[in-house]
């Protein structure tokens, strides 16, 4: 994306549409595309989908709220990224290669850890669900960090803006897929006279099973060659020197940059405001009284369409304005949407009215994520600590969502539900004002000419 300074490159020249829609269907790109399916499937399940399930149970809504800090993994997986990036895992990466035995490695563990979780029960024991969601939610971290770095060093520069789209766009499905989709199936196995209990359980396990797509995608895809060539000028070194100089090398050189800190604290917070109503939205449509397939029905139908199309527009602002406006465009669009919950909270049960609140809250989030990954990528310059610079960021971005959310049952439980998506609106104030700071010292400007 194009500063409009002096000194600013100049703009690719725009390629025709039919270019423009090819590049999509590059084998490269699509092997990103079923990877960021694969990412986006467990995220839920340790998440919103685990929070109907544990609502349903009877568990009340503080503990539900505190369930937020098992999302701890994906705030601190920068911290074994250049495990990753580093260390190879026996027999997986002699067969596949460093990236693709790391992937498939990845997921065979966290299909283990999801059929553990379906095997809990949350009424009974709430300390072996939180522990089987911690375990989801590790192995989910890990996938993340190998595909960030597969994206990165298989996609030439030229199909790098398609991979990112492709990958955000597969993202949120699999999202849908993990919560309208998990509903939906507990509600059929349900209906063929099963206990609630053992419907959720087989919902679990169809879940795990669904995780065998990225498996497929990563044996069908080819190792990166940027990754090969990093595999053989450190094939003299030690295990140890190579994670230390993963490591160092990366924290190093970003928190040598010019208003480091405030960058990092923007990181946390852009995404804030959606982190924290989306902790209790699930819990507040079964509260205000409707069905779990009225709420799958509308996530599954409204919000799919509202999120692709968001995609979509989120492009097209990031082509259109510069990165910092486009962060102003997203970042007020996606605060202001929480007002549509308020709304709905005054409502009640209403079917359009809901699906006007999922639509709002879908299609803002989904410009929100597009513009935000374009502005991690730009942040991730050196490629050789892109692999743990893009973790650290997004662990980051995972600290609203974990630890910054996890009393927002306890504010829902204290100020009603109208007030409380007012205060997630309000949440957002600060991410603005650190984009005006930045933008205002030429953070913007630094980070050079990028498109998403």
């Known amino acids: 994306m194009t500063d409009a300074l002096p000194n600013s490159a100049p703009p690719a020249a725009r390629a025709s549409w039919r270019e423009g829609l090819a590049v999509y269907l590059q084998p490269r790109v699509l092997i990103v595309l079923f990877l960021g399916f694969s990412s986006g499937l467990p995220l839920a399940l340790s998440g919103s989908t685990l929070l109907v399930w544990m609502r349903e149970s009877g568990v009340d809504l503080g503990t539900i709220g505190l369930f937020a800090l098992v999302g701890t993994p994906y705030t601190l997986k920068f911290l074994w990224a250049p495990l990753v990036d580093a260390l190879h895992v026996p027999l997986f990466t002699r067969r596949f290669g460093r990236r693709r035995g790391w992937l498939v490695f990845a997921q065979l563990l966290l299909i283990a850890a999801i059929l553990l979780l379906a095997l809990s029960d949350p009424a009974r024991s ?140 923007f990181v946390v917070l852009f995404k804030f405001t959606d982190a924290f109503s989306g902790t209790m939205t699930a819990p507040f449509v079964i509260d205000l009284g ?13 919000g799919l369409a509202a999120t692709l199309i968001g995609g979509f527009a989120g492009g097209y602002l990031a082509r259109r304005y510069t990165l910092a406006q486009s962060l102003w465009i997203g970042g007020m669009l996606q605060a202001v949407a929480n007002l549509a919950f308020s709304w709905l909270a005054i409502v009640g049960v209403n079917q359009w009215a809901l699906a006007f609140a999922i639509t709002a809250e879908n299609f803002t989030s989904a410009i929100g994520t597009v513009i935000f990954v374009a502005y991690l990528s730009a942040l991730c310059k050196n490629p050789l600590h892109t692999a743990t610079q893009y973790a650290l960021l997004t662990a980051l971005a995972a600290v609203g969502r974990t630890y910054l959310s996890s009393g927002a049952g306890y504010l829902a439980k204290a100020t009603g539900w109208p007030a409380f998506f007012v205060i997630c609106v309000l949440v957002a104030i600060p991410s603005l004002i650190l984009l005006a700071w930045l933008q205002r010292r030429g953070h913007f400007a630094d980070l050079g000419a990028i498109r998403a």
């Open 126 to 265: 709430p300390l072996f669900v939180a522990l089987g969601a911690l375990l989801v939610a590790a192995m989910s971290a890990t996938q993340d960090i190998v595909v960030d770095a597969f994206r990165v060093e298989s996609l030439p520069e030229n199909e790098q803006a398609a991979g990112m789209a492709s990958y955000v766009a597969a993202y949120r499905i699999g999202m849908l897929i993990s919560t309208a989709g998990a509903l939906f199936l507990v509600s059929a196995y349900e209906s063929t006279g099963q206990t609630r209990a053992t419907a959720w359980m087989w919902g679990y396990v169809t879940m795990a099973l669904m995780v065998l797509i990225g498996t497929v995608t990563a044996l069908a895809a080819t190792e990166p060659e940027q990754s090969a060539r990093a595999e053989r000028a450190t094939r003299g070194d030690s295990s140890f020197v190579r994670v230390v100089h993963a490591a160092t090398g990366a924290f190093a050189e970003f928190l040598a940059r010019k208003d480091a800190l405030a960058a990092l604290a």
């Open 290 to 302: 409707f069905s779990r397939n009225d709420y799958a029905a509308i996530v599954k139908g409204v």
